[in-house]
C-alpha cells in the first residue's frame, strides 16, 4: 500500500495534470451518500489549488473539474434517493444509524431547497442532503439549478485558498517573506473568524444545557432574587433563554480576560514579553505595500465609520421604538469611553511607537470603541436573520474587530495586550447591553433579511468615501537606532556577553543556543557559505510540495522552517545535507544589533544557531523535522565551526553554552 501511495505521488509529481482526474473524482466521491464522508476531498482541493499557486496547474481547469465532479456527485445521490426512497432506510449505514438520515431530513425541512447549499459546506450532511431532497420529491429542475448554484460556491472556497497558499510559497522563496507574511496573517484572520462564529454557534445548544443545568441546580438552593432571576432566565416559555445563557457566559469570560491583562501589564509578565516580540517581529516585516493595505484596512474602524454606523443603529431602533435599548447603548458607549480614559491616566503606559509619545494606550479605547460598535451592531443584526446568516455576521463583525486591532499593534498606535483588553472591556459592556435587551424584549423581533446587506452598503459606501477622498496616511515607524559600534579587542575580550546566550520565543522563554558570533557583511556570509556547500532555502516546485505528503522524502527535499528571536525572523537561513537521508544541518542568522569596526568600516555582527535536525517517519504525513536533541552544544559548535571556513578568534562560554566568534577571512 505505501509504495503504491509513494508512486502514486510520483506520478503527480511528474504529470501534476493528472492531478485534475483526482480533483473531479474527490468531488464526485465527497458528495455521493456514505462514501462521501471518507473521502478528503477538501483535501483534494487545497493540494489541487497549492499545485495552481505554484504555476503547475491551470485555475479555470481546476475550477471546471471540481465544479463537474460536485454537480455530478450530488446528482447521482439525488437519483439515488429518486429512485429508492423506499428502500433506503433498510439499506446499510441508514437501517443501523437512522439518525443520519433523521439529521438530513429535518435540515431538509427547516432550510428547504436552501439546504442543498449549505449541506455542502457542513461535513456530515454534505453526502446525506441530496438524498433526502430526492426522497422528499423536490422537483429535478429545481435541485439541477441549486445543485450548480452550490457547486459554484463550493469550488472557489477551497480551491483559492490552497491557491494563496501556494502563491505564498513561491513568494517567500522569489519575492519578499514579508509579503507573504500580511497575506497568511489576513487570510487566516478571516478563516479563524468564520470557524470560530461556526463552532460557537454549532456548540451553543450543548453548552447552554450544560450551564443551565449548573445554574438551576444553584437557583434551587438560593430562593432570593438572584434565584429567582436565574428560574427566569431559564423558564422554557421565555423564547431567548440560550441566549441570555450566553451572553451571561461572554459577560464572565470577557471579564476574566480583562482582569488577567490588567494583571500580567501591572505585574510585568509575561503578556509584556509577547508584546514586545509582537511589535518586534511586526516591525520586521513592514512593508510600504503592508503600511498601504493595513491603513485602509484600518479605515474600517476611524472615527467616521465608527460615527456613520452610530448614527445608523441609533435610527434603527427608534424606527422601531427601542428607545430604552438605544439609550442603555449610547450611555455604555459614553461611560466604557470615560473608565477607559480613567484607566489609560491611571496606568501611564506608553505606545510602542515612541512618536506617539502623548497618548496612554492601556485598553486600548480605539479597539473598544470598535467592539462597542460593532459587537452591538452584530447583536441587532443576528437577533433578526436566520441561524446560518447570524453565523456570517457573528464571524464577519469578528473580522473586522481583529484587522482594525491588528492594524493599531502593525503600526505602534498600542501593545497586543491593550488591544486585548480594550476588547475584553468593551465585549462586557456589549454583552450587559444584549443581556438588557433581551431581559426587556424577550421575544425575537421581527426578520430583517435585508438589513445585512443595507449595513454592508453603508459600511462600503462610508470606507469608500474616506479612501477616495483622501488615502490614510501610515504613521511613520519609529526610527530604528543605529548598531552599537565595538572595536574587534572589545568584543573578543568583554562585549560578546552583550549577546544572548538562547533564542528566546514569543513568550521569552529560552530556546536553541546562539553558539555563533559572527562579524560580516550579509554578501560575504553568503558567498563564503555556499563555498562550503551551503545552500539558501529551499527551491519551491510541483515535487517539492507533494513530498510534505511522501513517506519516502528526504530531510534536503522539506521546506526550512522559519524561526524567530524576540519576535523578529532569522534574516539568513542555509542548509546542508547531513550524513543520511533523514538528517540535514540547518544555520540560521539574526541581527544582533552591533557592529564591529575593523579599522576602515563598521562590519555587522550576526548572533546564529547550528542546528541538527532529523526527519523522524513516525510523524508522518506530517513530515516534521525535529532537532536532534542528542547533539550537545559542544558538538554542534565543532560541526558549525568546522564547515564554515570562517576565522575562528575565540572560544567562549555563555552560562554553559560555548559560542564561537567568528570573522570571515575576507572582512
Not at 444509524?97 to 459546506?121: I, M
Not at 519575492?175 to 496573517?185: D, E, G, K, N, P
Not at 481583529?402 to 502593525?410: E, H, K, M, Q, T
Not at 526527519?615 to 508522518?620: A, E, G, K, Y
Given at each position: 500500500m505505501e509504495h503504491a501511495y509513494i508512486h502514486l505521488l510520483h506520478l503527480l509529481a511528474g504529470h501534476s495534470t493528472w492531478m485534475l482526474a483526482v480533483v473531479f473524482l474527490a468531488a464526485f466521491l465527497e458528495a455521493i451518500?456514505?462514501?462521501?464522508?471518507?473521502?478528503?476531498?477538501?483535501?483534494?482541493?487545497?493540494?489541487?489549488?497549492?499545485?495552481?499557486?505554484?504555476?503547475?496547474?491551470?485555475?479555470?481547469?481546476?475550477?471546471?473539474?471540481?465544479?463537474?465532479?460536485?454537480?455530478?456527485?450530488?446528482?447521482?445521490?439525488?437519483?439515488?434517493?429518486?429512485?429508492?426512497?423506499?428502500?433506503?432506510?433498510?439499506?446499510?449505514?441508514?437501517?443501523?444509524?437512522?439518525?443520519?438520515?433523521?439529521?438530513?431530513?429535518?435540515?431538509?425541512?427547516?432550510?428547504?431547497?436552501?439546504?442543498?447549499?449549505?449541506?455542502?459546506?457542513?461535513?456530515?450532511?454534505?453526502?446525506?442532503?441530496?438524498?433526502?431532497?430526492?426522497?422528499?420529491?423536490?422537483?429535478?429542475?429545481?435541485?439541477?439549478?441549486?445543485?450548480?448554484?452550490?457547486?459554484?460556491?463550493?469550488?472557489?472556497?477551497?480551491?483559492?485558498?490552497?491557491?494563496?497558499?501556494?502563491?505564498?510559497?513561491?513568494?517567500?522563496?522569489?519575492?519578499?517573506?514579508?509579503?507573504?507574511?500580511?497575506?497568511?496573517?489576513?487570510?487566516?484572520?478571516?478563516?479563524?473568524?468564520?470557524?470560530?462564529?461556526?463552532?460557537?454557534?454549532?456548540?451553543?445548544?450543548?453548552?447552554?444545557?450544560?450551564?443551565?443545568?449548573?445554574?438551576?441546580?444553584?437557583?434551587?438552593?438560593?430562593?432570593?432574587?438572584?434565584?429567582?432571576?436565574?428560574?427566569?432566565?431559564?423558564?422554557?416559555?421565555?423564547?431567548?433563554?440560550?441566549?441570555?445563557?450566553?451572553?451571561?457566559?461572554?459577560?464572565?469570560?470577557?471579564?476574566?480576560?480583562?482582569?488577567?491583562?490588567?494583571?500580567?501589564?501591572?505585574?510585568?509578565?509575561?503578556?509584556?514579553?509577547?508584546?514586545?516580540?509582537?511589535?518586534?517581529?511586526?516591525?520586521?516585516?513592514?512593508?510600504?505595500?503592508?503600511?498601504?493595505?493595513?491603513?485602509?484596512?484600518?479605515?474600517?474602524?476611524?472615527?467616521?465609520?465608527?460615527?456613520?454606523?452610530?448614527?445608523?443603529?441609533?435610527?434603527?431602533?427608534?424606527?422601531?421604538?427601542?428607545?430604552?435599548?438605544?439609550?442603555?447603548?449610547?450611555?455604555?458607549?459614553?461611560?466604557?469611553?470615560?473608565?477607559i480614559l480613567g484607566l489609560q491616566l491611571a496606568m501611564h503606559r506608553a505606545p510602542p511607537n515612541e512618536l506617539m509619545t502623548s497618548q496612554y494606550v492601556f485598553p486600548s479605547n480605539h479597539v473598544a470603541a470598535t467592539v462597542i460598535v460593532y459587537g452591538f451592531l452584530a447583536f441587532l443584526l443576528a437577533r433578526r436573520v436566520g441561524k446560518v446568516e447570524g453565523v456570517l455576521v457573528a464571524g464577519a463583525s469578528t473580522i473586522v474587530v481583529i484587522v482594525v486591532a491588528l492594524s493599531g499593534v502593525y503600526f505602534g498606535r498600542y501593545w497586543v495586550s491593550d488591544a486585548i483588553g480594550g476588547a475584553a472591556l468593551a465585549y462586557v459592556w456589549v454583552a450587559l447591553i444584549a443581556l438588557t435587551a433581551m431581559w426587556r424584549h424577550p421575544h425575537p423581533p421581527a426578520q430583517r433579511p435585508f438589513m445585512p446587506l443595507a449595513v454592508l452598503a453603508i459600511i462600503v459606501l462610508s470606507v469608500g468615501l474616506q479612501l477616495g477622498v483622501a488615502m490614510p496616511t501610515p504613521p511613520d515607524s519609529a526610527p530604528q537606532p543605529p548598531p552599537v559600534q565595538l572595536t574587534e579587542a572589545q568584543w573578543k575580550l568583554s562585549d560578546w556577553k552583550r549577546l544572548p546566550c538562547f533564542r528566546s520565543d514569543m513568550g521569552g522563554d529560552h530556546k536553541e543556543p546562539l553558539t555563533l558570533q559572527w562579524v560580516s557583511e550579509p554578501a560575504s556570509l553568503r558567498e563564503q557559505l555556499r563555498a562550503q556547500g551551503w545552500v539558501e532555502g529551499t527551491d519551491v516546485s510541483a515535487h517539492s510540495l507533494l513530498s510534505l505528503a511522501s513517506p519516502d522524502v528526504s530531510a534536503v527535499s522539506l521546506p526550512v522552517l522559519p524561526k524567530l528571536n524576540n519576535g523578529v525572523p532569522s534574516s539568513l537561513v542555509f542548509m546542508r545535507a547531513g550524513e543520511s537521508r533523514e538528517e540535514r544541518y540547518v544555520l540560521r542568522f539574526w541581527p544582533s544589533g552591533y557592529a564591529v569596526d575593523n579599522g576602515t568600516s563598521a562590519v555587522p555582527l550576526w548572533v546564529g544557531t547550528f542546528a541538527h535536525e532529523r526527519l523522524t517517519r513516525p510523524s508522518w504525513p506530517l513530515n516534521i523535522l525535529r532537532i536532534d536533541r542528542d547533539a550537545g552544544p559542544f558538538d554542534a559548535r565543532a560541526k558549525a565551526a568546522a564547515g564554515l571556513g570562517a576565522m575562528v578568534l575565540a572560544e567562549v562560554d555563555c552560562h554553559g553554552v560555548p559560542v564561537s566568534l567568528l570573522v570571515s577571512p575576507m572582512e
Amino acid at each position: 500500500m505505501e509504495h503504491a501511495y509513494i508512486h502514486l505521488l510520483h506520478l503527480l509529481a511528474g504529470h501534476s495534470t493528472w492531478m485534475l482526474a483526482v480533483v473531479f473524482l474527490a468531488a464526485f466521491l465527497e458528495a455521493i451518500a456514505v462514501i462521501g464522508t471518507f473521502i478528503p476531498g477538501s483535501t483534494a482541493m487545497f493540494l489541487a489549488g497549492a499545485l495552481t499557486g505554484t504555476g503547475s496547474l491551470s485555475l479555470a481547469w481546476v475550477f471546471v473539474w471540481a465544479i463537474v465532479g460536485a454537480i455530478a456527485g450530488d446528482g447521482f445521490s439525488f437519483w439515488v434517493g429518486d429512485r429508492y426512497k423506499e428502500r433506503i432506510v433498510l439499506l446499510w449505514p441508514f437501517r443501523t444509524h437512522p439518525e443520519v438520515l433523521d439529521a438530513g431530513q429535518r435540515f431538509f425541512l427547516k432550510h428547504g431547497a436552501k439546504s442543498v447549499v449549505l449541506a455542502r459546506f457542513i461535513g456530515p450532511l454534505r453526502a446525506i442532503v441530496p438524498v433526502v431532497a430526492g426522497m422528499m420529491n423536490m422537483p429535478p429542475l429545481r435541485f439541477l439549478a441549486i445543485n450548480i448554484l452550490s457547486a459554484l460556491l463550493w469550488a472557489p472556497a477551497h480551491i483559492l485558498p490552497g491557491v494563496v497558499f501556494g502563491a505564498s510559497v513561491l513568494l517567500a522563496g522569489a519575492v519578499s517573506f514579508r509579503l507573504v507574511v500580511i497575506l497568511a496573517m489576513l487570510v487566516c484572520i478571516v478563516w479563524l473568524s468564520f470557524r470560530g462564529a461556526g463552532f460557537l454557534v454549532s456548540h451553543a445548544n450543548a453548552w447552554s444545557s450544560a450551564a443551565g443545568r449548573h445554574l438551576g441546580s444553584w437557583a434551587c438552593r438560593h430562593p432570593g432574587p438572584l434565584g429567582r432571576a436565574a428560574r427566569r432566565m431559564l423558564d422554557p416559555e421565555t423564547p431567548d433563554a440560550t441566549h441570555l445563557l450566553l451572553t451571561s457566559l461572554i459577560v464572565l469570560v470577557a471579564g476574566a480576560l480583562f482582569f488577567g491583562v490588567l494583571d500580567d501589564v501591572v505585574s510585568g509578565d509575561p503578556l509584556t514579553t509577547i508584546d514586545l516580540s509582537v511589535y518586534h517581529f511586526l516591525q520586521s516585516v513592514r512593508t510600504p505595500w503592508g503600511d498601504t493595505v493595513l491603513a485602509a484596512l484600518g479605515t474600517l474602524g476611524s472615527s467616521v465609520t465608527l460615527i456613520v454606523l452610530t448614527v445608523t443603529v441609533a435610527l434603527w431602533m427608534l424606527l422601531e421604538r427601542r428607545w430604552r435599548t438605544i439609550t442603555y447603548w449610547l450611555a455604555a458607549v459614553v461611560f466604557s469611553q470615560l473608565l477607559i480614559l480613567g484607566l489609560q491616566l491611571a496606568m501611564h503606559r506608553a505606545p510602542p511607537n515612541e512618536l506617539m509619545t502623548s497618548q496612554y494606550v492601556f485598553p486600548s479605547n480605539h479597539v473598544a470603541a470598535t467592539v462597542i460598535v460593532y459587537g452591538f451592531l452584530a447583536f441587532l443584526l443576528a437577533r433578526r436573520v436566520g441561524k446560518v446568516e447570524g453565523v456570517l455576521v457573528a464571524g464577519a463583525s469578528t473580522i473586522v474587530v481583529i484587522v482594525v486591532a491588528l492594524s493599531g499593534v502593525y503600526f505602534g498606535r498600542y501593545w497586543v495586550s491593550d488591544a486585548i483588553g480594550g476588547a475584553a472591556l468593551a465585549y462586557v459592556w456589549v454583552a450587559l447591553i444584549a443581556l438588557t435587551a433581551m431581559w426587556r424584549h424577550p421575544h425575537p423581533p421581527a426578520q430583517r433579511p435585508f438589513m445585512p446587506l443595507a449595513v454592508l452598503a453603508i459600511i462600503v459606501l462610508s470606507v469608500g468615501l474616506q479612501l477616495g477622498v483622501a488615502m490614510p496616511t501610515p504613521p511613520d515607524s519609529a526610527p530604528q537606532p543605529p548598531p552599537v559600534q565595538l572595536t574587534e579587542a572589545q568584543w573578543k575580550l568583554s562585549d560578546w556577553k552583550r549577546l544572548p546566550c538562547f533564542r528566546s520565543d514569543m513568550g521569552g522563554d529560552h530556546k536553541e543556543p546562539l553558539t555563533l558570533q559572527w562579524v560580516s557583511e550579509p554578501a560575504s556570509l553568503r558567498e563564503q557559505l555556499r563555498a562550503q556547500g551551503w545552500v539558501e532555502g529551499t527551491d519551491v516546485s510541483a515535487h517539492s510540495l507533494l513530498s510534505l505528503a511522501s513517506p519516502d522524502v528526504s530531510a534536503v527535499s522539506l521546506p526550512v522552517l522559519p524561526k524567530l528571536n524576540n519576535g523578529v525572523p532569522s534574516s539568513l537561513v542555509f542548509m546542508r545535507a547531513g550524513e543520511s537521508r533523514e538528517e540535514r544541518y540547518v544555520l540560521r542568522f539574526w541581527p544582533s544589533g552591533y557592529a564591529v569596526d575593523n579599522g576602515t568600516s563598521a562590519v555587522p555582527l550576526w548572533v546564529g544557531t547550528f542546528a541538527h535536525e532529523r526527519l523522524t517517519r513516525p510523524s508522518w504525513p506530517l513530515n516534521i523535522l525535529r532537532i536532534d536533541r542528542d547533539a550537545g552544544p559542544f558538538d554542534a559548535r565543532a560541526k558549525a565551526a568546522a564547515g564554515l571556513g570562517a576565522m575562528v578568534l575565540a572560544e567562549v562560554d555563555c552560562h554553559g553554552v560555548p559560542v564561537s566568534l567568528l570573522v570571515s577571512p575576507m572582512e
